[in-house]
């Protein structure tokens, strides 16, 4: 099938569905591609690069496999190809080098006042981390998509003019500060939200960003109604490497015993998963997955970092909220309770409770998690009709969950999410964390381990919250 071939370009188109003619004309228009490319930045690489051009791909996408692009004629002069293109001349694993270069080569249009304007105004610098997620246009505002780019390109000729092609492609400076104060932005740059560890980026059919970090790999795609923004990768991120460095620490002074036995170098997989309605965890692969994106991420860490052996749930259920909700909630859990609470009338159990325990309503950051765990639990105790339920919020049993009608071996499965939090709350407040973390690791009885029956560990932790 090849056509044409020279010491750095090989061409091959598949027999029989183009004319000769037409066959030619690709072959010019990649040819002027290359040497375009190695006019505007004097490279050339070491490697030769084969494109193959086929009547149609997989999906309609572009692929690079090794040194070799497959494509289609339509795509041959997409921004998309250029892209394919520049990232294996040049061997970028980098989206915003790669744009880049593309504006480079290209001569695009850059308008620095456009660019000052914008961080001059933005409250924050996040944009200018240049993280992968920015670059994808159905993960971004139009205004954000377009300054991303133009960003990538003014920046990459200001590295170019100032050094050179090698520096910019090998050389891992960062000259954003004094790339600002070219375009006219005195303002300091904070990098203290910017993901520094991203090791490379890639994509597939079913995720269009995947990032490699040192110590994790996260699988993205939009989840409607739940992930559907680029800050929302990068707060994921920041949010499951915070969680995971709190939680060892944590674990660490106030469990070293169970510590001890966590294997915590352990690197995760996390998967955005639509079309399951779960989150869940798959201890033997690492594999994280979740289908409401950030919401529900720090209970799954817990399930994947504490072993658990026992027939019933609800400890294991009990112990990943209690640790994600009541010992480090992040912002958008106690912004739901706290909006929840919020909504009530005053005269309701929930609200009355919440506030007869010494609760505060003035700000989120104020908001008690623990006690307004407590106070679903208790109203829902003291309410046990379904139409209580309709106006509240429904919140499921376990049980139902997990599908278990063994009673036997489900004792405590009969409990919702809020309730084993709760519980487990008042276990660790009574016999220690590590203690909780001991049981949930053994098979032991309640009776043999605690000196109590679970019906009585249950009827004494209701009474606790009931005082
Ligand atoms: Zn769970």
């Known amino acids: ?29 990649l040819v002027d591609k290359f040497e375009l490319m190695k006019k505007q930045t004097l490279y050339r690489p070491d490697k030769k690069i084969y494109i193959y051009i086929l009547d149609k791909t997989v999906q309609n996408q572009i692929f690079l496999v090794d040194s070799s692009i497959y494509c289609s004629i339509d795509h041959i002069n997409s921004e998309d190809f250029l892209y394919y293109l520049v990232s294996l001349y040049f061997d970028i694993k980098e989206p915003w080098k790669a744009i880049g270069l593309c504006g480079y080569i290209n001569e695009s249009l850059i308008d620095n006042s456009k660019l000052a304007d914008y961080y001059l105004n933005a409250d924050n610098f996040d944009l200018l981390g240049l993280f992968g997620g920015r670059f994808l246009h159905e993960w971004n505002t139009k205004e954000e998509f377009e300054i991303a780019f133009m960003t990538a390109y003014s920046y990459t000729k200001y590295l170019i003019n100032d050094n050179d092609i090698l520096d910019f492609l090998y050389d891992d400076m960062d000259n954003r500060q004094e790339w600002l104060t070219s375009i006219g932005v005195n303002k300091e740059l904070d990098e203290s939200n910017e993901i520094m ?21 996260y699988y993205f795609k939009p989840i409607e109604n739940y992930f559907t923004t680029a800050e929302q990768m990068e707060e994921f991120i920041r949010l499951a490497k915070d969680f995971r460095e709190y939680l060892q620490n944590y674990l660490r002074k106030n469990a070293a015993i169970s510590f001890s036995k966590l294997n915590v170098d352990v690197s995760y997989r996390y998967y955005m998963r639509t079309g399951l309605s ?12 979740l289908a409401f994106g950030i919401y529900g991420l720090t209970h799954e860490i817990v399930h994947e970092m504490i072993p658990y052996k026992r027939d019933e749930r609800w400890i294991d259920e009990g112990l990943a909220e209690y640790l994600s909700c009541v010992v480090y909630p992040n912002n958008e859990k106690r912004k739901w309770y706290y909006d929840t609470i919020c909504q009530f009338d005053k005269n309701d159990d929930i609200y009355k409770f919440y506030i007869e325990h010494g609760g505060s309503l003035n700000s989120i950051s104020d908001f008690n998690m623990e006690l307004a765990i407590d106070a679903y639990c208790y109203a829902k105790l003291r309410n046990q009709s379904s139409s209580w339920e309709q106006e509240h919020f429904n919140s499921p049993l376990i049980s139902d969950l997990y599908h278990i009608d063994n009673k036997n071996k489900s004792r405590g499965d009969e409990l919702t999410y809020f309730q084993a939090s709760s519980f487990v709350n008042y276990l660790v407040k009574k016999y220690t964390i590590d203690t909780v973390i001991d049981f949930c690791n053994s098979t032991i009885s309640y009776e043999d381990y605690f000196g109590y029956s679970y019906i009585q560990l249950k009827q004494d932790w209701i009474a606790e919250i009931g005082k």
């Open 1 to 29: 099938m090849m056509l044409a071939e020279n010491e750095y370009i090989g061409i091959g188109i598949k027999n029989n569905i183009y004319s000769k003619k037409v066959q030619k004309e690709i072959t010019e228009i």
């Open 197 to 217: 560890d991203i090791t490379c980026y890639a994509k597939d059919n079913e995720y269009p960003l995947i990032v490699h970090t040192n110590d994790s790999s």
């Open 278 to 289: 779960l989150c869940y965890v798959d201890r033997k692969s690492n594999e994280i997955n």
